[in-house]
């Protein structure tokens, strides 16, 4: 299995909230780093808490939660006390704005493809697909046309498209994965690999790093893991602001399995670090065994075919950088070399690295990295 994986936290800060919930932003302040731990063990559901240099982090989290955290002992201060309302009431760029934007882009990047989605500035699944369709149009000797890996729970197709310079031939080149929205309340994760794509398509014949890649690389990419999430939040959302996370398996009263808590091995899932939830209405519900989800187990079934090198699961937000172990309370036993890329990657963006506990603060379990890694 893949030896070299890296999974990356999108820098952007906005994420899609639901109107069927009253989420506040918090501050919580730490004494020290398993503090952190300490919450999410005590039954507090938060992901990707923002680090802050007063030794403190920033979370979103719902009325429930918000009474575990007043009775948790911690110090606390709330930020915004809606943050549904806040994110509405947020200003809305302006033609004007949008378009200085593309160019801005254009300008420094030499990416013109690329544009804004119909929900809240965000590409729908259906959009997000259409991207796939436009640039096998624009570049067919260089990307693939889109084919599907399997169906999710509600039977929509999980596409994938590769590019490489001979992209309909398995070539001996190196095979790198990029996937996003294994999380759908975090549209930034497939936006800005979109974004990459076509900065590859568009400057492959100006640019030499992108030829480089594109020469001597076999490049996958995911960008819609949970589209039955992805869709539902554009239903009860349609202009942005949808919180589901999961996918929409029905539990029976419930719905929906947090698809980077459904990973293998067993006993990588079922690690005894409560880095998931056995409680299928909580957002980091782990389902009933590994890869109970199709999402999962397609995902699972094409690593199967591929012999790849690496991979990235964008998520957001965080500005981190994360590598296994999440189920393990040790390193990799060649974490030297992940360190050593995890640094080279983070010159210029100043993320933090490391595993999920040096990073995140809490252990994870039956996530994807340790899967892709390990399993």
């Not at 808490?49 to 719902?62: E, G, M, S, W, Y």
Request: charge should be negative; proline fraction near 4%.
């Amino acid at each position: 299995m893949i030896k070299s994986l890296l999974y990356l936290f999108s820098f952007i800060f906005i994420i899609n909230f639901s109107s069927a919930q009253t989420y506040k932003q918090v501050k919580i302040y730490l004494s020290d780093h398993d503090d952190v731990n300490q919450l999410y063990q005590a039954g507090l559901d938060f992901d990707h808490p923002h680090l802050t240099k007063d030794n403190a982090i920033i979370v979103f989290i719902d009325e429930d939660d918000y009474a575990l955290l007043k009775s948790s002992g911690f110090n606390y201060e709330v930020l915004i006390e809606d943050w549904i309302e806040y994110y509405e009431n947020l200003p809305v760029l302006s033609d004007a704005e949008r378009e200085e934007v593309l160019n801005q882009t254009q300008r420094d990047f030499s990416v013109s493809g690329f544009g804004f989605g119909s929900m809240g500035g965000f590409y729908t699944f259906d959009e997000a697909i259409a991207e796939l369709d436009t640039m096998f149009m624009l570049y067919p000797d260089i990307i693939t046309e889109k084919v599907s890996i399997g169906t999710s729970i509600d039977g929509r197709q999980i596409y994938m498209v590769k590019i490489s310079d001979n992209p309909g031939v398995s070539e001996s080149e190196p095979q790198v994965l990029y996937t996003a929205l294994h999380h759908a309340r975090e549209p930034e994760s497939m936006m800005q690999m979109i974004y990459f794509m076509y900065y590859l398509l568009e400057n492959y014949s100006t640019n030499a790093e992108a030829q480089y890649l594109i020469d001597n690389r076999e490049i996958y990419f995911i960008p819609v893991l949970n589209p039955d999430g992805y869709e539902y939040n554009r239903q009860t959302d349609p202009n942005g602001g949808g919180m589901w996370r999961k996918n929409r398996r029905n539990n029976g009263g419930s719905y929906g399995v947090d698809l980077n808590r459904n990973y293998g091995p067993y006993e990588y899932w079922n690690a005894p670090n409560g880095g998931s939830s056995t409680d299928p209405g909580d957002d980091t519900y782990r389902g009933t065994a590994p890869f109970s989800e199709p999402e999962t187990a397609a995902i699972r079934d094409f690593l199967a075919s591929k012999n790849l090198k690496n991979a990235l699961n964008y998520h957001t937000y965080s500005n981190l950088l994360i590598y296994p172990y999440g189920a393990l309370e040790h390193e990799t036993a060649d974490s030297l070399i992940f360190r050593e890329f995890a640094s080279d990657m983070t010159i210029f963006n100043g993320y933090v690295y490391g595993t999920d506990q040096q990073t995140v603060g809490y252990s994870t379990r039956g996530n994807s990295d340790d899967y892709y890694y390990d399993g």
